[in-house]
């Protein structure tokens, strides 16, 4: 099994940043049933406390206690299908954030070299890429091993590996191809966090585990059709709801992002081009999506920003669910 291509130790993790001062001002009515973290504070004619909000500074980051809960420092993360497209996009965003430590996964053994060496040289941080399938349980499990003894116990897990077959019609679907599908994005995603789960139950440091699954989970897309694809996606959010119900006694929390039409290599194949006009027409914004348009919300769900959120699944897709 491949090793980390590199280690670096990273600094300690900063401190939590101290509690802001609450400061209730003003008398009127108004102010009382609205309380709000505000001083110094101004009031308008309307009695409406307003003014800056003195959060004190975090002393490692100069961040805001509210930013300084979008940071990732100290982390390890793992990214499956992490060696381009989106899941590459959010495995810079995480690293960006903080993360000491990042393993990609994925089965694009070029693609995979060059992330690693990518998100290395523009972060300094520790990377690790290993080529494997995540329908293999063993590998899957030994990768963990892995990673936990070159870069460290394993906090963030993103399960971005997928695959997509579109323009089948349902009765002529191939079963194989049926079931190698499902077996990729459903039972693989399942094996990456249930690999995840056990690490961090058994070591009680809990963890948030994030999976990519789709706005097709939700809608049936038009014209093309792709019902094992939707089927997939929609069994990963209810897959993702039910981990998060099982796991939260651990404290490890359990989200999807479903994304709309983005625009990365899995649809850039030329038998979609005609249909990418009609996506478009249907999608309010009017556009594809772009590589990097979920790395906020990966920040934000790998985070403490989202410490009190779990069995959620978040639609980004330019309005395309709205109709
Ligand atoms: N692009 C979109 O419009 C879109 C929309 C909704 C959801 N998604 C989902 O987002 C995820 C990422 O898609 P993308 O657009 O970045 O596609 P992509 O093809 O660019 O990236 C997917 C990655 O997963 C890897 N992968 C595929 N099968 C694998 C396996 N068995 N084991 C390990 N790695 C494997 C691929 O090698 C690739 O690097 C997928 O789960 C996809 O279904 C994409």
Redo the contacts with the bound molecule.
């Keep these: 099994m491949p090793m980390a291509e590199e280690i670096i130790e990273s600094g300690p993790s900063t401190q939590a940043a101290a509690e802001p001062e609450v400061q209730q001002d003003g008398p009127s009515e108004e102010v009382r049933t609205r309380p709000q973290i505000v001083a110094p504070s101004r009031k308008d004619t309307y009695g409406i406390v307003s003014g800056p909000v003195p959060h004190i500074l975090d002393a490692a980051t100069g961040l805001t206690p509210t930013l300084q809960k979008f940071r990732l420092d100290g982390k390890i993360a793992i990214v499956?299908?992490?060696?381009?497209?989106?899941?590459?996009?959010m495995a810079s965003a995480l690293c960006e954030c903080g993360v000491r430590g990042i393993a990609i996964?994925?089965?694009?053994q070029d693609?995979?070299d060059d992330a690693i060496a990518l998100l290395h040289q523009k972060y300094g941080v520790a990377a690790a890429f290993y080529k494997?399938?995540?329908?293999?349980e063993d590998a899957v499990r030994d990768v963990i091993a892995s990673v936990e003894l070159h870069l460290g116990s394993v906090d963030i897990m993103l399960?971005?590996?997928?695959?997509?077959d579109s323009n089948i019609k349902a009765e002529e679907y191939p079963i194989d191809k049926f079931r190698r599908l499902i077996?990729?994005?459903l039972t693989?995603?399942f094996i990456c966090a249930q690999a995840a789960a056990q690490s961090m139950i058994s070591r009680g440091t809990g963890g948030s585990i994030i999976f990519?699954?789709?706005?097709?989970g939700h809608i049936v897309n038009y014209p093309q059709q792709q019902a094992c694809?939707n089927a997939?996606?929609a069994a990963?959010i209810q897959l993702m709801k039910s981990l998060a119900a099982e796991w939260a006694q651990y404290n490890i929390r359990c989200n999807s992002?479903?994304?709309?039409?983005?625009?990365?290599?899995?649809?850039r194949v030329p038998a979609l081009d005609a249909q990418k006009t009609i996506w478009k027409s249907r999608t309010p914004q009017e556009r594809?999506?772009n590589?990097d348009e979920?790395n906020n919300t990966a920040v934000f769900l790998a985070s403490e920003a989202s410490s009190f959120m779990t069995g959620s699944d978040l639609l980004i897709?330019g309005g395309y669910c709205c109709w």
């Design positions: 499956t299908g992490g060696a381009r497209g989106l899941g590459f996009n996964l994925d089965i694009l693609h995979g494997i399938d995540v329908r293999d399960c971005s590996a997928g695959i997509a077996d990729i994005n693989g995603s990519i699954a789709s706005m097709s694809y997939s996606k990963v992002i479903s994304p709309g039409y983005m625009d990365t290599a899995l649809n594809l999506g590589v979920l897709d």
